[in-house]
């Protein structure tokens, strides 16, 4: 497989230079390097500029309600749990209408990754703040600056359980590559914060702000509090790269139900549908 057999031929329909561009990229780099193929793998897409994916990117897909991608993730997830499952969302998407989800999928540990396009924007709305926005921002929907603190993702990933907790630049596209193929890799929860710069709605954060402040993590922390340390790293220095990492059962390894086969593989000739059902009504 090469990149192009992951296109579905449709051109991008977002601003030229907008962050997106190499987050696709990437992905489709990423599977490549997996050795995967559109078989093998599901996107489910949320609401925002990213949700335009699923008409460029040649994989099953699902396109969600706004905020609910991660809870059709780990649903497909339960269903097959051979599937790589990956969850594209934005930072209104997930860490504000579907902040939930994000919860609970790492207390459980699903076996999802879930690749943020954080542009602290609203951008498919023409710039509303959104829970990355940072304090003191002018946007159309805070003409007198965001009040609120912005949201960490990384450090409430981590304290809700997650095992694997990341941030990629879009402006670094074999780096992000490598960092979703580990992502992927993974069994278990993963998170990957994506800073994606919105050329068109957010103008400080650019590619050559970013450039300039980032520097890589050279590795993950296996210690909760030291790995939360960092994250709140965001001045002079921004740090990209995995901020904490650790192996444990994955939500699916832990139903003895599906230790022989999955649940679509499974027969459905002993179930009767009415008298279940008759259990419900
Ligand atoms: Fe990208 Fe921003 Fe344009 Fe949306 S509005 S396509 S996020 S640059």
């Known amino acids: 497989m090469e990149a192009h057999d992951f296109e579905t031929g449709h051109k991008p329909t977002w601003c030229p230079g907008c962050g997106n561009y190499g987050i696709w990229q ?3 780099n990423a599977f490549v390097k997996l050795n995967t193929s559109q078989e093998e793998i599901v996107v489910v897409y949320g609401i925002g500029c990213h949700g335009n994916m699923a008409n460029f990117l040649n994989v099953y897909g699902v396109g969600s309600l706004h905020g609910r991608s991660i809870p059709v993730a780990c649903g497909v997830k339960m269903a097959n749990h051979r599937l790589k499952v990956v969850v594209i969302v934005g930072d209104g ?9 994000l919860l609970s999928a790492a207390r459980g540990n699903h076996d999802i990754t879930v690749i943020v396009h954080n542009n602290e924007i609203y951008g498919l709305t023409t710039g509303q703040a959104s829970p990355t926005s940072e304090k003191g921002t002018k946007t ?12 960490n993702p990384l450090a409430t990933a981590i304290i809700s359980g997650a095992s694997f907790v990341s941030r990629g630049f879009a402006g670094d596209t074999d780096a992000l590559r490598d960092l979703i193929c580990a ?21 400080v954060h650019n590619f050559d702000f970013l450039r300039e402040k980032i520097y890589k993590l050279e590795k993950a922390e296996k210690d909760k509090e030291a790995a939360i340390k960092k994250t709140f790293e965001w001045s002079e220095k921004i740090p990209v790269g995995v901020f904490y990492q650790e192996e444990k059962p994955a939500f699916t390894d832990q139903l003895p139900q599906l230790k022989e086969d999955t649940l679509v593989e499974k027969p459905l000739k002993d179930i009767k549908i009415d008298e279940l059902l008759k259990e419900f009504i």
């Open 26 to 28: 990437s992905l489709k």
């Open 93 to 101: 998407d997930t860490y504000g209408e579907g902040v939930n989800h």
């Open 140 to 151: 159309k929907s805070t003409p007198l600056g965001v009040i609120e603190e912005p949201l």
């Open 183 to 203: 992502g992927i890799e993974h069994s278990g929860f993963s998170l990957i914060d994506v800073l994606q710069p919105c050329l068109t709605f957010e103008k």
